[in-house]
C-alpha cells in the first residue's frame, strides 16, 4: 500500500459540519457545510472560509443545498412552527471600501426562496433565539455606533482582541428584540458589560 504526506490541497478539500439542528417535526435536519475556496488573485489572503446551509431528511438520503453564495451562512434555526430558518450571514455589501460585509440576521422559508434580511443596523448579531409564538427573535448584538473618523486605534485594556472580532471596539454585546418579519430592534439592557445567551420562558 502506498502511502504520501498531506499536502496543502488536502487541506483545502476538506468540508467541516456544523450547527446540526432538527426541526421541531423531526423529519428535516439543517447544518452548515464549511469549505475553504481559493479567492481572486489580488486579494491580500489567498483563501478564505465559506458555510452554507443544508437540509437533510432526518432518516437519511442526500443532502440539498439551501443557500449559495461568496459568504458565510451559518447559526441555523428553526421557527417554532418550522417554516423558516433564522440564520446569521455576511451577505451583502460592505458599507464602505475595503470594509467586511457587516454580519445580520436572514430568515428563508423552509419551501424555499429568497433569504429576507431581519436585522436593519449593523449589531453583529449572535445567540439568536425565536420566541414561542414565532413573532420575535432575540439576540445579542452591539448596539450601532458612528463610523469612527480614523483608522488610529487607542488600547485602554488587557484583553483587547478576541478570535473571530479582532480589535475590540468600545462596544459591550446588549440585548435585543426584533420583529421576526424585519424591522427596528429594540435593547433590553444597558451598561458598561457584556449580556448574552436570552431565552424565552
Request: aromatic fraction near 10%; glycine fraction near 8%.
Amino acid at each position: 500500500m502506498s502511502t504520501r504526506r498531506m499536502s496543502i490541497e488536502d487541506l483545502l478539500s476538506l468540508r467541516l459540519v456544523d450547527d446540526a439542528v432538527i426541526a421541531p417535526d423531526g423529519r428535516d435536519i439543517v447544518y452548515t457545510l464549511r469549505t475553504i475556496e481559493k479567492r481572486p488573485d489580488g486579494e491580500d489572503l489567498p483563501y478564505e472560509y465559506r458555510s452554507h446551509l443544508w437540509v437533510v431528511d432526518a432518516g437519511g438520503g442526500m443532502s440539498r443545498s439551501f443557500t449559495t453564495g461568496a459568504h458565510r451562512d451559518r447559526d441555523p434555526l428553526w421557527s417554532p412552527d418550522g417554516q423558516f430558518i433564522l440564520f446569521t450571514s455576511n451577505r451583502g455589501t460592505p458599507a464602505r471600501p475595503g470594509a467586511k460585509p457587516p454580519v445580520h440576521l436572514w430568515v428563508i422559508p423552509r419551501a424555499g426562496g429568497e433569504a429576507r434580511r431581519i436585522t436593519q443596523a449593523e449589531y453583529s448579531p449572535a445567540d439568536s433565539t425565536w420566541s414561542p409564538d414565532g413573532r420575535l427573535i432575540a439576540f445579542t448584538g452591539k448596539p450601532p455606533v458612528p463610523k469612527p473618523s480614523s483608522d488610529v486605534k487607542i488600547i485602554t485594556r488587557i484583553k483587547h482582541k478576541a478570535d473571530g472580532e479582532g480589535f475590540w471596539d468600545n462596544r459591550y454585546k446588549h440585548i435585543f428584540v426584533v420583529p421576526s418579519d424585519g424591522g427596528p430592534a429594540r435593547q433590553f439592557t444597558s451598561g458598561d458589560f457584556d449580556h448574552r445567551e436570552p431565552a424565552w420562558s
